[in-house]
């Protein structure tokens, strides 16, 4: 399901791109060039850790000393004590403006506005903001992940509201991973695919369903260890990856880049 949309939205490599856009943009359709420093990743955790146990605190605060007393990655252990749906729609993962801020103000947001220049961050849910929103998944729990998907799909369904003369790029980062057994998983240059999907209904939202069966994709691990992140193109599938044996999450955010930006 191309659009016109769709196709003018993928740029091939330029003269005078940054590697890391090169690798965006081109057959490649990602790349993992830029981690976090220690700092940046302390500062990130702490963000979501806040937020995690105010929204456990509102929702059980006779359950709040035992989370706050534990690791996030220890949270599979103690879930059962809490009503995990209830807790953790994407609503309540969506950090607050003040933390964004605090993010936006890291060198490795400078970094990307480098390579990309200025570019905001996509309101999908319209709080009245830039979002950025985290995800918590339990080790043995595949539901805490959605199918495997490329964005422009929920875009195309309705998702946000795309301003005129922009093109998406997606960052996704490891706040807790174990390397190569939870986190992200991807199609390296599927971005230049035409995979079939439909739109259905689940819950609220309409929502892609791929039209091939995932054991068909060549999918591999992003093999991430804490403060490692990929940055890759709106078009490439991609999806969670659940294994280990601890709590995984990650933080995530959709850059909305100017076209006249790209260098």
């Excluded at 309101?123 to 950025?132: F, I, L, N, R, S």
């Excluded at 390296?188 to 609220?204: A, C, F, N, Q, V």
């Excluded at 091939?212 to 078009?235: T, W, Y």
Aim: proline share 6%; aromatic share 10%; charged share 25%.
């Amino acid at each position: 399901m191309t659009t016109s949309q769709d196709i003018t939205m993928f740029k091939a490599p330029e003269a005078g791109q940054s590697p890391l856009t090169q690798e965006v943009s081109g057959e490649q359709g990602y790349s993992t060039q830029l981690s976090l420093s220690e700092p940046e990743l302390t500062m990130i955790r702490q963000l979501v850790r806040d937020q995690y146990l105010q929204r456990i605190e509102a929702h059980h605060p006779d359950k709040i000393e035992l989370f706050r007393n534990n690791s996030i990655e220890d949270y599979h252990l103690l879930c059962h004590q809490v009503d995990h749906e209830k807790l953790w729609p994407k609503i309540n993962r969506i950090l607050p403006q003040q933390s964004v801020e605090k993010i936006q103000s890291l060198p490795f947001m400078k970094q990307l506005e480098k390579v990309y220049g200025a570019f905001t961050l996509a309101d999908e849910e319209e709080v009245g903001y830039g979002e950025m929103y985290w995800r918590i998944v339990r080790p043995d729990h595949p539901t805490d992940v959605g199918p495997v998907h490329a964005d422009y799909m929920f875009w195309d369904l309705g998702h946000g509201k795309m301003p005129a003369n922009c093109f998406r790029v997606k960052v996704w980062l490891a706040l807790f991973a174990e390397k190569g057994k939870s986190g992200f998983q991807f199609v390296p240059g599927s971005h230049l695919l035409d995979i079939p999907y439909i739109g259905e209904k689940r819950g609220l939202i309409n929502k892609p369903r791929l039209l091939v069966e995932e054991k068909e994709l060549a999918l591999i691990p992003f093999a991430a260890s804490p403060g490692d992140l990929i940055v890759f193109h709106d078009r490439l599938l991609h999806g969670g990856l659940v294994g280990g044996h601890k709590t995984r999450v990650s933080l995530e955010f959709t850059m909305l880049v100017p076209c006249h930006s790209e260098n």
